[in-house]
């Protein structure tokens, strides 16, 4: 069964900075697509960013310009770098990744104090 770790969540300041890592128990070369959804309490999760491996990288309006996605060939890890956080990015965000079926992280809280 594979698995996907995430890590760097937390509560930080609006303006602030966190970067999430998301480390695969397979390699990332194994997965067609990977990337990162969000949940806010009392709402459907959302598309933060993907990438079909190759192509470019699909980001939400509403990140575009303060979150990138990249990857880390030798730690075989998928970060998201959030910049520029405001409260309304608060939500528990998950790592997913793709090839015949989808897998999912358990989620990291991300907290953005106003």
């Known amino acids: 069964q594979v698995q996907l770790v995430e890590s760097g969540g937390g509560l930080v300041e609006a303006g602030g900075s966190l970067r999430l890592s998301c480390v695969p128990s397979?390699?990332?070369?194994?997965?067609?697509?990977m990337g990162w959804y969000r949940q806010a309490r009392g709402k459907q999760r959302e598309l933060v960013a993907t990438?079909?491996?190759?192509?470019?990288?699909n980001y939400a309006e509403s990140v575009k310009g303060r979150f990138t996605m990249s990857e880390d060939n030798v730690k075989n890890t998928v970060y998201l770098q959030m910049n520029s956080l405001k409260p309304e990015d608060t939500a528990v965000y998950y790592c997913a990744a793709w090839r015949s079926i989808d897998y999912w992280g358990q989620g990291i809280q991300v907290t953005v104090s106003s």
């Open positions: 397979e390699s990332i070369f194994s997965f067609t697509t």
């Open positions: 990438q079909i491996r190759g192509g470019n990288i």
